[in-house]
């Protein structure tokens, strides 16, 4: 889901920054209003679960792979804002030292999967969990918002590479960057995340949070102040 | 006891066994991630080179490219497991050093 270089067109990946530049700056403030400023080391243990949750390739075998965030996850812990902020530090992170994704594109790949994603998987987990407030039900109500939040994600990427053939095809009718329309990128990558993926993500997710209740560190699920361990 | 100790322990665990991430779609012979081919492999998929590709493609020569350190990119598995909980450990120290100090000084200037 990290879209490199060359993929998107200078309209595509500009328009993703500026898109970006607002969403960080309230993510900012955010962090800095509510208790997660006070959680700093949290955080920073988001932001590096995060990088090295993506680097679990999961393959599709003979085809192709692909890998859980943790968004939805580090969203219950510190709030969408905050994962937010913590998943964008991993992506430039991946994006400067490691070639993962593109540098043009790092504005598309945080509003792809440090917003969108924590964003619609914490809304759906905040819905369901209304409903279901055990234990198992909590878990599972994470699980399924990683689900969504993931394929989301998956969505919203497949429509930005899916309109640059639109945005930029040759007289000769060569694609200029990412190559496929939309009837391609659309299902493949909805369907690789809902079938495969996302289902990673929402095991991981749900196993998570159904371990951490009932651990010592059951703190961080309850974002309160009081709670954070000086 | 309220502590950070057991996150940061489950993430060298991580770090140690992220290796697995390297040999599982190796051995199920998985290829790139979907919209994540290098330019060869898109000329070779759809029989060109898309231009604007072709120009913006290499704007960034990344340090560790694939999260293998210079000159084991072509190394075998063995070796680059090693690279790859290098840059796990790597990665871990730099996201979570860059996000606690943003963190900090967004709480400084609310304090």
Redesign the interface.
Known sequence: MHIPDGYLGPPTYLASFAACAPLWGVAARKVKTTSAAKRAPLLAIAAAFSFVVMMFNVPLPGATTGHAVGGVLIAVAVGPWGATLAISIALIVQALLFGDGGITAIGANCLNIAFVMPFVGYAVYRWLSGHLSSRKGRAVAAAIGAWLGLTAAALTTALMLGIQPLLHTASDGRALYAPYPLSITVPVMALEHLVVFGVVEALLTGLVVYHLQGSRSAWVLQPSLSEVPR | ????R???IA?LV??LV?P???Y??E??????????WS?EE?KR??G?A??????????????????ALPGQEEAPLAQRSLS?IL??L???????????V???C??R??A
Request: charged letters at 15%; hydrophobic letters at 50%.
């Open positions: 006891m309220k502590s950070y057991p996150f940061w993430l991580m770090a992220s697995l991430g390297l599982v779609p051995w199920l012979e998985a290829g790139a991630a979907w919209g994540e330019l898109v998929m759809v060109y898309p231009s604007g590709m072709e120009r913006l493609a290499d704007l960034w020569r990344a340090p560790i490219p694939d999260y790859y840059s796990a790597l990665g871990i120290g730099l996201c979570g050093g860059t996000a606690f943003v963190a900090r967004l709480a200037r609310e």
